[in-house]
C-alpha cells in the first residue's frame, strides 16, 4: 500500500475531488483528517474512509480563517499524533465577468482557494517540517494555465496555487517535506455538475478533450495519492495536468485544417 | 538617424509574407538587407521593388536554401562583402509538409526538420560566428508559431520544429549573451501570408478571426513590427525568451467549451 500508516489531511474533503482523495488514501493505508465546511458531506465521506478500514477524522472549519486552520493542525495530530501529508482541495466557485466582478466575490475566491491554501500548507507543513518529511498537494486546475473567462477570480487563484505548490517545493524541499501541484481538466463533482446537465452541453465539453470524455473524481485522486507517497520520493516543485490533453488542445479548435489540398481530421486516421 | 542606421539584416525565407514585410520595414527604416530564399524569381522580384522604393543599395538577393551549411556560410559572406557586415538576422525559412504522424513520411519529416530547424541552426550559426568574431553586438529572431506553443494536429512535424527552434534561441541566448549577440523568437498566430493560402477561403478566414480572442487573424506587418523590436536597441535586455504575436489564442484554450452557465 502507498500510504500505509500516514495521516493525511484533506481540504474540501466532503465532495468531489477531495472525497475522492480521502477515499483512495485510506485504501491505500492512511488515516484521514476531513477538513470541510459542510460537517453533514464530511461525515459521510467519513464513512467511506472508515469501509476502508481506516479511521476518520472530520474537522468542520473555513480555510480561509486562521484559527480554524490551526485548530484543523492541531486536532489531526491530537487524533493520529502526526501529519504526513496534506491535500488542498477546498474551493468556491464565484463565477463572473471581469467587468462586473463584486471585490466581494474576488476575496471569496482567493480567501478559500488561495490564502486558504498557504494557511493550510503553514500549519500543517509546520508539522512536517518539524519531522523532516512530508508532501504538500495542492489542487489547481488546468484554469490555472489557460484563462478561464468567465470564471471570476478562479483562474488568477488557481494559477496562484501552482506557483504556492512550487514555493513550497523550493523552500521546503530540502527539509524533506515535498510540495506539489495537480492540475485537473474538466471533471465531473457534485461542484460541477451543474454544467453537465444538459447532455448537448455535457458532449460538447467531452468533444473539446483530446480523450473524448471528461475526468472522474476518481483519476485526480490517483494524481494526489501518488504525489503523497513515497513512490514520488524525487518529485518536488512541479504541476501535473489531468485533463486528457486539453491544456495543450488549442489547436484543435482551428477551423478549415485542410493545407496542400489533403482534407484532414482526427477521425480519418 | 533612423532606428536601423548602419544596421545590416539577413532575411531568410525572405521572398513572401512575413519575410517579405519584414525586409521592406527594416529598409524603410534605415537598414540594409540581404534577403535568402529558394525562390530565385519571387526574391529577385522583392529585392527590386525595395530597390526602386528605398534605394538599390540597400538591398540584394541570394538564393539561399538553408538546408545547405556552404549556402548558409556564402550568404553571410555575401552581407559583409556588400554590406560590410551583418547584425540582424531573420530565420523565417519554412516548408510545410503536413500529415497525420500515423502516416507521415520520412521524407515529409525529414523536410520540415531540414528546412525550419537545421536550416535555422546553421544560418543562426554562421551568422553567429561572424558577430562573435567580430565583436558585434546582434540580434537574431527565429520564426516560431503558436504551433510551438501548442500541438497542431496534423501539421507533421511542423509543430515539433515550432517548438524545438523556441529552445534553440534560449539555447543560443544563453551561449552568446557574453558576446551580446541577442536570440529570441516569435510565436505567431494565424497570419494571412503566402503560406497560408487557405486563409483567402472567407469561410476560414472568419473561424480562424473567431477562435481568435482579438477577432481577427494577423497580418505580416504584425510579426515584422515584433521582429523589428527585437532587432532593435530597444530590445537591448531581453534575449533568450519568445514573444507570442497571436491575438490571444494560445491563452484560450477554455474557451471552447460548451454551457458555460455556471449559476
Not at chain 1, 95 to 121: Q, R
Not at chain 1, 138 to 159: D, E
Not at chain 1, 173 to 182: E, F
Not at chain 2, 163 to 172: G, R
Amino acid at each position: 500500500m502507498m500510504l500505509e500508516g500516514k495521516t493525511i489531511i484533506v481540504t474540501g474533503g466532503a465532495s468531489g475531488i477531495g472525497r475522492a482523495t480521502c477515499v483512495l488514501a485510506a485504501r491505500e493505508g492512511a488515516n484521514i483528517a476531513i477538513a470541510d465546511i459542510n460537517r453533514e458531506m464530511a461525515e459521510e465521506t467519513a464513512d467511506m474512509v472508515k469501509a476502508e478500514g481506516k479511521q476518520a477524522l472530520v474537522i468542520e472549519m473555513d480555510t480561509s480563517k486562521k484559527a480554524d486552520v490551526q485548530r484543523m493542525a492541531d486536532e489531526t495530530v491530537k487524533t493520529f499524533g502526526t501529519i504526513d501529508g496534506l491535500v488542498c482541495s477546498a474551493i468556491k466557485l464565484v463565477p463572473g465577468k471581469l467587468e462586473e466582478l463584486p471585490e466581494e466575490d474576488w476575496d471569496m475566491v482567493m480567501d478559500i482557494g488561495l490564502k486558504g491554501y498557504f494557511l493550510c500548507a503553514q500549519a500543517a507543513g509546520r508539522v512536517m517540517l518539524e519531522k523532516g518529511s512530508g508532501s504538500v498537494v495542492f489542487v489547481s486546475s488546468i484554469g490555472g494555465v489557460q484563462a478561464y473567462n468567465g470564471a471570476g477570480a478562479y483562474s488568477v487563484c488557481k494559477a496562484g496555487a501552482i506557483m504556492l505548490g512550487q514555493l513550497v517545493g523550493v523552500e521546503w524541499g530540502g527539509r524533506g517535506v515535498r510540495g506539489n501541484t495537480v492540475c485537473p481538466g474538466q471533471v465531473r463533482t457534485p461542484m460541477t455538475e451543474a454544467m453537465f446537465k444538459d447532455p448537448e452541453i455535457a458532449e460538447g465539453r467531452a468533444a473539446v478533450v483530446p480523450m473524448g470524455r471528461v475526468g472522474k473524481p476518481e483519476e485526480i485522486a490517483e494524481a494526489n495519492v501518488f504525489l503523497l507517497s513515497d513512490r514520488a520520493s524525487y518529485v518536488n516543485a512541479d504541476f501535473m495536468q489531468v485533463d486528457g490533453g486539453q491544456a495543450e488542445s488549442k489547436m484543435m479548435h482551428t477551423p478549415g485544417r485542410n493545407w496542400g489540398g489533403k482534407k484532414m481530421d482526427y477521425s480519418a486516421s | 538617424m533612423a532606428r536601423f542606421t548602419n544596421k545590416v539584416g539577413i532575411i531568410t525565407g525572405g521572398a513572401s509574407g512575413i519575410g517579405k514585410k519584414t525586409a521592406e520595414m527594416f529598409v524603410e527604416q534605415g537598414g540594409k538587407v540581404l534577403i535568402g530564399d529558394v525562390d530565385d524569381a519571387e526574391g529577385q522580384q522583392v529585392a527590386n521593388e525595395i530597390a526602386t522604393k528605398f534605394g538599390k543599395e540597400n538591398i540584394s538577393y541570394i538564393h539561399l536554401d538553408v538546408s545547405d551549411p556552404d549556402q548558409c556560410q556564402a550568404c553571410v559572406d555575401k552581407a559583409v562583402s556588400e554590406f560590410g557586415g551583418v547584425h540582424c538576422l531573420l530565420n523565417s525559412a519554412i516548408k510545410m509538409a503536413p500529415g497525420m504522424l500515423k502516416d507521415l513520411s520520412l521524407s515529409d519529416w525529414n523536410t520540415m526538420i531540414k528546412i525550419g530547424l537545421t536550416g535555422t541552426f546553421l544560418m543562426t550559426q554562421a551568422a553567429g560566428r561572424w558577430m562573435i568574431e567580430n565583436k558585434m553586438p546582434g540580434s537574431i529572431v527565429n520564426m516560431s508559431s503558436i504551433g510551438g506553443r501548442q500541438p497542431y494536429g496534423m501539421s507533421g512535424a511542423y509543430s515539433t520544429v515550432k517548438a524545438a527552434v523556441i529552445m534553440l534561441a534560449e539555447h543560443c541566448g544563453i551561449e552568446w549573451g557574453v558576446h551580446q549577440v541577442r536570440v529570441n523568437s516569435i510565436c505567431a498566430g494565424h497570419t494571412e501570408t503566402p503560406l497560408t493560402a487557405y486563409l483567402q477561403d472567407p469561410e476560414i478566414k472568419k473561424g480562424r478571426s473567431e477562435v481568435t480572442p482579438l477577432q481577427r487573424v494577423a497580418q505580416p506587418i504584425d510579426m515584422a513590427n515584433g521582429i523589428l523590436f527585437l532587432f532593435s536597441d530597444e530590445a537591448d535586455y531581453i534575449t533568450a525568451t519568445a514573444l507570442d504575436i497571436d491575438g490571444g489564442i494560445t491563452k484560450s484554450v477554455m474557451n471552447h467549451m460548451p454551457g458555460r452557465k455556471w449559476k
